[in-house]
């Protein structure tokens, strides 16, 4: 049985991760910590957990904990996991793993110190409609892949209007970037898993708005390992006529086309005509990946996100910001 702690308390718990750890077998959450004792206090009451905490050295001192789930932005994540490692338990972090590259290896570096293992929330990794799309590459359903196209295009959020009180994903020192960071990093993550590491990155940042300290477009071109060609655009600013999500697949004999954070169809175009996939998400989306980090810390199969593969998906933004211009 792997026991949780959770670190943080925020909307993704309610909903996304924090009631999976409980319904995934041999696994339980049975404490969660806050630094707003009020927050921290209510969320146990509402999800039954019987243990809660304003001290993170009160959760990391319960033995019976094996691993601990950080679900705080990314300016903690450094911090929280060493603490984490070193007193004996396994991690999984929310993403992207770290504000940048240089802060990943360190969290790997210190877990593989304290011999445990680490795990970044990467989820799409096991979803149903991901793995869907994995296998129609692997078995070239669309023949050789030469390019995929990648368009998340919206308008800004009433809480980005906001100037006095911004939400922390576009406050550069806390989140590491803007919405790019934090949602195009899904995409990037999704990239590795389906082609292999990104090993050349060029790329446009721009902040059109002004609304905001971080970034609100991007424009990039990546290359992968296995020679698949990347172009993407992250517009974070657009008129609400312009919205998408598209990530479309273009290979030999077809196409593989579907969004990135909507629960829509997989559409596959070959010359055998259009077929089309519906995969249903699990009511918590971390469900499935919580189940594969759970087997492997029972010693059963391995999770496909490890903290190499979050570390490369940290490199890669690095990257596009020009925060390092070496290449791999």
């Known amino acids: 049985m792997i026991k949780w702690g959770m670190i943080g308390c925020g909307d993704v718990t309610e909903r996304k991760s924090g009631p999976a750890f409980s319904k995934v077998e ?10 707003t004792h009020s927050k921290v206090k209510d969320y146990a009451i ?50 992207p ?41 692997d078995t070239k359903a669309i023949g050789e892949i030469k390019h995929v196209l990648i368009e998340l295009v919206s308008a800004p959020r009433q809480e980005d209007l906001q100037k006095g009180k911004l939400p922390w994903r576009v406050t550069p020192e806390v989140s590491g970037g803007g919405y790019f960071m934090d949602m195009g990093s899904h995409q990037l993550d999704l990239v590795d898993y389906y082609f292999g590491e990104i090993i050349d990155v060029s790329s446009i940042v721009k902040n ?24 993407g655009i992250w517009d974070f600013s657009a008129h609400q006529s312009q919205e998408k999500d598209l990530f479309k697949i273009s290979g030999t004999k077809g196409t593989i ?11 596959l175009e070959t010359d055998n005509g259009i077929n089309k996939f519906l995969e249903p998400f ?10 594969s980090i759970v087997k492997e810390l029972l010693g059963s199969e391995p999770s496909p996100s490890t903290g190499e593969s979050g570390a490369r998906t940290n490199h890669v933004i690095d990257l596009v910001y020009k925060r390092n211009e070496k290449s791999f």
């Open 282 to 291: 699990p009511e918590n989306v971390h469900f499935h990946l919580i189940e």
């Open 26 to 35: 041999n696994s339980e959450l049975i404490a969660v910590m806050s630094r």
């Open 97 to 137: 793993m770290a504000l940048n590259h240089k802060e990943s290896i360190e969290m790997i570096d210190v877990c593989k110190q304290n011999n445990v293992k680490l795990f970044p929330a990467y989820y799409r990794r096991r979803l149903p409609k991901f793995l869907k799309v994995k296998e129609l590459i």
């Open 208 to 231: 059109y708005s002004g609304l905001y300290p971080a970034d609100d477009f991007v424009s990039g071109r990546f290359v992968t390992v296995s020679g698949v060609v990347i172009t």
């Open 46 to 95: 509402r999800h039954k957990i019987d243990f809660y905490t304003d001290k993170i050295d009160e959760l990391l001192s319960i033995n019976e904990i094996n691993a601990i789930y950080i679900a705080t932005p990314p300016d903690s994540h450094l911090e929280y996991t060493k603490l984490a490692a070193q007193a004996g338990k396994h991690v999984y972090v929310e993403k």
């Open 257 to 267: 086309t579907y969004s990135s954070f909507g629960t829509d169809e997989i559409i």
